[in-house]
Nanobody
Framework: QVQLVESGGGLVQAGGSLRLSCTAS????????MGWFRQAPGKEREFVAA????????TYADSVKGRFTISRDYDKKTVYLQMNILKPEDTAVYSC?????????????????WGQGTQVTVSS
């Protein structure tokens, strides 16, 4: 059974930082590209960041470029999202996803597995 479990969310003031983690089990972690998505209340889910199967290629939404960094640890089967200079508009439930494939993908429909999400709230 595949599981993706996110952690690290919380309440932070604008300008602060958080690091999200997503630990995978039940799949061959090295065979999957990974992504982070977020959904704010009343809004559609949106792409945040993705990393390739090899870890050598990453892609980001324009809204987070330069502030967020995605990385992965194969030994820990974990993907991270380091979020700096947080803004109130970053408030959302953040979910990680796994896709059997080489390259990082921005389209949520392309992903095979999803975590339950972790809440991030940025106060002004």
């Amino acid at each position: 059974q595949v599981q993706l479990v996110e952690s690290g969310g919380g309440l932070v003031q604008a300008g602060g930082s958080l690091r999200l983690s997503c630990t995978a089990s039940g799949l061959d972690f090295g065979s999957y590209s990974m992504g982070w998505f977020r959904q704010a209340p009343g809004k559609e889910r949106e792409f945040v960041a993705a990393i390739s199967r090899s870890g050598k290629s990453t892609t980001y939404a324009d809204s987070v470029k330069g502030r967020f960094t995605i990385s992965r640890d194969y030994d820990k089967k974990t993907v991270y999202l380091q979020m700096n200079i947080l803004k109130p508009e970053d408030t959302a439930v953040y979910s990680c996803a796994a896709r059997a494939g080489l390259v990082p993908i921005t389209r949520g429909k392309e992903y095979d597995y999803w975590g339950q999400g972790t809440q991030v709230t940025v106060s002004s």
